[in-house]
């Protein structure tokens, strides 16, 4: 089992930021790729960005290009979302998954292993 514990999250104003932290424990972290999805309410869950195992290969969804930036700690097990210039359509609970068979695809079918999720609000 691989146990993933997201935080970081919380409310802020559009334009604002907050970096998102993912720790991971149980398994070898490092033999995964970690990702981010979110889900906001009342619609299906979305692909924000995926790291691969050894932090050389990034992808983004193209809501978050320029503005997100993923990047991993494997001495740490930690992933970070770091996330800037915000807008109200940002706001969703984020998840962090892990998937041992994922280059950097954001596909949820994909991945192994789930966080319980952190709520970022985006609002003025």
């Known amino acids: 089992q691989l146990q993933l514990v997201e935080s970081g999250g919380g409310l802020v104003q559009p334009g604002g930021s907050l970096r998102l932290s993912c720790v991971a424990s149980?398994?070898?972290?490092?033999?995964?790729?970690i990702a981010w999805f979110r889900q906001a309410p009342g619609k299906e869950r979305e692909g924000v960005s995926c790291?691969?195992?050894?932090?050389?290969?990034?992808n983004y969804a193209d809501s978050v290009k320029g503005r997100f930036t993923i990047s991993r700690d494997n001495a740490k097990n930690t992933v970070y979302l770091q996330m800037n210039s915000l807008k109200p359509e940002d706001t969703a609970v984020y998840y962090c998954a892990a998937g041992r068979w994922v280059i950097v695809e954001l596909d949820p079918y994909g991945m192994d292993y789930w966080g319980k999720g952190t709520l970022v609000t985006v609002s003025s």
């Open positions: 149980g398994l070898t972290p490092d033999n995964y790729a």
């Open positions: 790291i691969s195992s050894t932090g050389g290969s990034t």
